[in-house]
């Protein structure tokens, strides 16, 4: 079993910034992806950022030199810097974490951007 705990959410004003991580526990080994995703109401959930265990990364077009997600393996915990964020970004985050066939998903957190 995996937990993802993920903390940095809130509101903040347009052209701000924020910094959401998620630490995950459990039954890990050390080939996974993990990434950040978003979900707004009315809206399938999409992809913000992705990293590979070999730190290969890949980002939604509209987030693309805004964002950046890391990783630290040694704790096995990923980051979302999101820079210059705009009311669009409004949405709950949920990290993600792909264990070979399985999906992890964090509870989410909210991220409101205020114009």
């Known amino acids: 079993q995996v937990q993802l705990v993920e903390s940095g959410g809130g509101l903040v004003q347009s052209g701000g910034s924020l910094r959401l991580s998620c630490a995950a526990s459990?039954?890990?080994?050390?080939?996974?992806?993990m990434g950040w995703y978003r979900q707004v109401p009315g809206k399938q959930r999409e992809l913000v950022a992705g990293?590979?265990?070999?730190?290969?990364?890949n980002y939604h077009d509209s987030v693309k030199g805004r964002f950046t997600i890391s990783r630290d393996n040694a704790k096995n915990t990923v980051y979302l810097q999101m820079n210059s964020l705009k009311p669009e970004d409004t949405a709950v985050y949920y990290c993600?974490?792909?264990?070979?066939?399985?999906?992890?998903w964090g509870q989410g957190t909210q991220v409101t951007v205020s114009s």
């Open positions: 459990g039954r890990i080994f050390s080939v996974y992806v």
């Open positions: 993600n974490l792909e264990l070979g066939l399985y999906d992890y």
């Open positions: 990293i590979s265990s070999g730190g290969s990364t």
